[in-house]
């Protein structure tokens, strides 16, 4: 089957850097996606890897290794609208997006 | 960049009645459109794929007579609860992708629809 693995809750501070992990199994793959999610609200698109290596954008970083089935969200200089849940999503062969569970961000002063 | 309008942003129906959802695409084209449905602290659950023009393919499990999908132009598809129970009561997000964008963009969310049923 297909599975993408999160985190559920993580807890960092303001100002502190964070790293969130997904692993996945799928049935191939094109390309891996990370969407912010507050309560309450729709996902926002925030990044988006197909080829390995990290992509930068501003705060938020994302990194892939096709080989380790693996990604992970840095997000630097935490601030407390950085609150949310992450959710990780990878599309497969068929380009149907597999979403994980989300992992659940939580910053304190 | 795109933008995709949901309405209305909350609902509350009584049980038996239907509901209509619409999802607006304003500023793009998108041929395919997708129907999301996520329940508290759980994540996203695909319920649909609209395609403009043809039928909707349902996910497994979905009942396409309770949840009706039409997706009659270019901007617009609108997803139907009919005779809706309590237990349909959850968020619904509609996605578009804007093909200008290529097969590789991301989905452009609506703001979601949250559906109560008592």
């Known amino acids: 089957g297909q599975n993408i693995d999160q985190p559920t809750e993580m807890t960092a501070t303001e100002g502190a850097i964070v790293q969130i992990n997904c692993t996945y199994q799928t049935s191939g793959f094109n390309g891996l996606f990370w969407y912010q999610q507050h309560a309450g609200e729709a996902p926002t698109f925030l990044s988006y890897n197909v080829l390995d290596g990290l992509e930068e954008k501003g705060r938020f970083s994302s990194f892939l290794s096709r080989s380790k089935g693996y990604s992970y969200l840095l997000l630097k200089e935490l601030q407390m609208k950085d609150s949310a849940s992450y959710l990780c999503?990878?599309?497969?062969?068929?380009?149907?997006?597999?979403w994980g569970a989300g992992t659940k961000l939580i910053i304190k002063p | 960049g795109a933008v995709v309008s949901q309405h209305p942003s909350w609902v509350i129906c009584k049980s038996g009645t239907s509901v209509k959802i619409e999802c607006r695409s304003l500023?793009?084209?998108?041929?395919?459109m997708f129907w999301y449905r996520q329940f508290p602290k759980q994540s996203l659950m695909l319920m649909a794929t609209?395609?403009?023009?043809?039928?909707?393919?349902?996910e497994q499990g979905v009942e396409k007579d309770k949840f009706l999908i039409n997706h009659a132009s270019l901007t617009l598809s609108t997803l139907t609860v009919t005779s809706a129970h309590p237990e349909d009561s959850s968020f619904y997000i509609c996605?578009?992708?804007?093909?200008?964008?290529?097969?590789?963009?991301?989905?452009?969310f609506g703001n979601g629809t949250r559906l109560t049923v008592t």
């Open positions: 996605s578009a992708r804007d093909l200008r964008d290529g097969e590789n963009s991301p989905l452009h």
């Open positions: 500023d793009f084209q998108a041929t395919t």
């Open positions: 999503a990878v599309r497969d062969s068929n380009y149907q997006l597999i």
């Open positions: 609209s395609n403009e023009g043809s039928k909707a393919t349902y």
